[in-house]
């Protein structure tokens, strides 16, 4: 079996599929390592194990809403997509999502994934309570008022805390949003306005493989004031973010309203390929460094165009989650969707980091990056109080791989 992308194999190892928690907790008691399967929507090691692995699809699925906290306790290996439709049919929603719903909360929250918006976090900042299995089998609850201490070191967690079987989120009355997007719009102009950009919606995406011009994706939601954006031309035909391929798998645009979760994510629920043809970069970099940045990547520009599928920028909204690329600063993230199948792809990767490394640049847990652990850890101020989180709650390495001990084992400090 092998990831989303197809360039990692999960190997021979035995895949269990628990029907109930019981079965779960004795699988994960009787194991020397395990791992938790999510979507596979990962591009890195970050997915491995020397043992066996788990995937929850299996465990009865539930979506309980609670109105008085503003929260939902949701099975933790549910899709967002199925979250999502669950959610607005009870009338309420997630503040966002990201380009896919196709992945399960658990998996994207241990890695930080994240769409965009300025007053928008990564979709590990909504969670406000999780439970998790322990490496001896026991159930151990976390919420974010009781446990101060760890809370915020146990949300973005890398899979390697334990396996969590329920996550709670902060939600909010649900709500529409319009999409559209303008064409054509000069780079130069995105960089030089690049506060007005993304303060034209709610979501703004601007896409673009770093030649003259780029595609802004402006998905603004109908209860706020209209901010006009004069850059680009309007499109008025349906667009997928890649030039030539096709726009029925993405989400509905030109301005037609519609529920949250069927405009924030570009793509639609189950309408991507189940196999990919591409692999993905992304690095998150303070908010103030984004015209730096525009202008570093345009003068390699040459050298992206041709191994790029695509490019995106998108803003994020700084946290408090220890391993969060969004910790404690406002974050503007680069995101590269490579061709599948490039020669010489890593020194391409390692030209972007470059460039972006020295600008502050943290690289996505689930995309490939070219630095080594030390490096990447040194961006991280709380990553000695996660590797003491990490020793307390699994001393024996059991939720741990090459990938995580690398970063956050005893050698690693
Ligand atoms: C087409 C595509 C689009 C993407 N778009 C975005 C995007 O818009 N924004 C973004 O930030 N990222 C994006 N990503 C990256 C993606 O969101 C991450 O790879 C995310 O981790 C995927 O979730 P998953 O369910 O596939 O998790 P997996 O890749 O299966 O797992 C990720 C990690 O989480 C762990 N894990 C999973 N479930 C549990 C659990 N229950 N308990 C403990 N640990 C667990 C796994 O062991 C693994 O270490 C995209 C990826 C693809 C392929």
Redesign the pocket.
Known sequence: MK???GNIDIGPARVSRPESLEELRRIVAASEHV?????????TG??TTAGGYVQ?DGLPKAVDIDTAAGTATVT??MRYADVATALHRAGYALANL???PD??V???C??????SGDTQQ?LAGAVTGMQLVDPQGDVVDLRRDVDLDTFAGSVV???AL????RMTLAIEPTFDVAQSVQVAAPLDEVRDRFDEVYGAAYSVSVFTKWADDANIWLKRRTDRPVVDLELGTRALSRLNPVPGSDPAVCSPQLGVPGPWHERLPH?RAGA?APV?D?L?S?YFLPRAAAPAAFTALREIGELLGPVLHIGEVRTVRGDDLWLSPAYERDSVAFHFTWKKGTPHLMPVIAAVEERLVPLGARP?W??LTTLAGAEIRSGYRRAADFQELREKFDPQGKFGNDFVDELFSTGSL
């Open positions: 990831n989303w992308g791992r938790v399967l999510g979507a596979r929507h990962s591009f970050i997915l929850l933790a290996g990201a380009s896919l992945i399960t658990a998996g994207a241990a890695t930080a994934t994240h769409g990564g967690s890398l899979g334990g396996v969590a079987v793509v991507i990919g591409e993905q992304e996505h689930a995309k």
